[in-house]
């Protein structure tokens, strides 16, 4: 009898274990889903193919970032937004805007809803001399949808003095 007990108390805790580990690499999967729709936003945009870019919104998005009119909702959101930016860059004089991502703080998954917080590093030309914002915040809310994660809202915050 207590052979018994202990097989099948054996045969519990690998049980147990496998499901975490499936657990584990589902969560895993799940945010990886959710960074390669950020990455795929802001590296559509560092190559300056904004129709991918937008592809990773959801119809309806809210932005919020440095420059005026700070922030844009409603359907269409993005691309309004990168002609809006791409207007602004050409009022001041910038180019060659390049955005890295580092490593996340946050991706939080909650059922369909994903919430992102990423320090990033900007760099760019100002009228042809080296700029960079270093260690701006990118905070990326995303949904699910039939087609995959999107995304609904971000904010970009610049790093205090830049």
Same mark, same amino acid.
Request: charged letters at 20%.
């Given at each position: 009898?207590?052979?018994?007990?202990?097989?099948?108390?054996?045969?519990? +805790?690998? $049980?147990?274990?496998?499901?975490? #580990?499936?657990?584990?690499?589902?969560?895993?999967?799940?945010? /990886?889903? &959710?960074? %390669?729709?950020?990455?795929?936003?802001?590296?559509?945009?560092?190559?300056?193919?904004?129709?991918?870019?937008?592809?990773?919104?959801?119809?309806?998005?809210?932005?919020?970032?440095?420059?005026?009119?700070?922030?844009?909702?409603?359907?269409? +959101?993005? $691309?309004?937004?990168?002609?809006? #930016?791409?207007?602004?860059?050409?009022?001041?004089?910038?180019? /060659?805007? &390049?955005? %890295?991502?580092?490593?996340?703080?946050?991706?939080?998954?909650?059922?369909?809803?994903?919430?992102?917080?990423?320090?990033?590093?900007?760099?760019?030309?100002?009228?042809?001399?080296?700029?960079?914002?270093?260690?701006?915040?990118?905070?990326?809310?995303?949904?699910?949808?039939?087609?995959?994660?999107?995304?609904?809202?971000?904010?970009?915050?610049?790093?205090?003095?830049?």
């Amino acid at each position: 009898m207590r052979q018994m007990l202990r097989r099948a108390g054996r045969a519990l +805790t690998i $049980a147990v274990t496998g499901m975490v #580990l499936l657990n584990q690499h589902a969560v895993a999967a799940e945010r /990886d889903d &959710v960074m %390669k729709t950020v990455n795929q936003w802001v590296d559509s945009l560092n190559q300056g193919d904004v129709a991918t870019a937008i592809a990773a919104c959801a119809e309806e998005t809210s932005i919020v970032d440095e420059f005026a009119p700070f922030q844009w909702h409603g359907k269409g +959101t993005c $691309a309004q937004w990168a002609a809006a #930016l791409a207007a602004f860059n050409q009022s001041i004089g910038l180019t /060659d805007g &390049v955005n %890295k991502l580092r490593k996340p703080w946050r991706v939080d998954i909650e059922a369909d809803r994903a919430y992102v917080v990423v320090p990033a590093d900007f760099h760019y030309k100002l009228n042809g001399k080296p700029g960079a914002e270093i260690g701006a915040i990118f905070t990326v809310a995303l949904r699910r949808e039939a087609a995959g994660w999107r995304i609904s809202g971000w904010a970009w915050s610049r790093p205090k003095g830049a």
